[in-house]
């Protein structure tokens, strides 16, 4: 079973996008979901995260446009994407917090650029 993401594309900086990902109901119901993101020549990072009753965190760099939630009836979790940057450019995906190495998927390419 793999998490797969979708919903990514080439946006120009200032622009949105809006990511989701199924999952599974047994992975959904009983875990942490985040979604991830993998610049170019850096490490995976968590950016965004949310409990299974909702609450939310984020890593700073994405504090205030980046918003994470989910779907409890259709096992989704969304990230919409405001006011995007060039350094949010990365491959996105999406897994369970902390991370289950057996559930990467391809991932979805966001690309900001002029």
């Known amino acids: 079973v793999q998490l797969q993401a979708c919903g990514g594309g080439l946006v120009q900086p200032g622009g949105c996008l809006r990511l989701s990902c199924a999952a599974s109901g047994n992975i959904f119901s009983i875990n942490r979901m985040g979604w991830y993101r993998q610049a170019p020549g850096k490490q995976r990072e968590l950016v965004a995260a949310?409990?299974?009753?909702?609450?939310?965190n984020y890593v700073g760099s994405v504090k205030g446009r980046f918003t994470i939630s989910r779907d409890n009836a259709k096992n989704t979790v969304y990230l919409q994407m405001n006011a995007l940057k060039p350094e949010d450019t990365a491959v996105y995906y999406c897994?369970?917090?902390?991370?289950?190495?057996?559930?990467w998927g391809q991932g979805t390419q966001v690309t900001v650029s002029s």
């Open positions: 949310i409990t299974s009753s909702s609450y939310t």
């Open positions: 897994n369970t917090v902390p991370y289950d190495s057996t559930l």
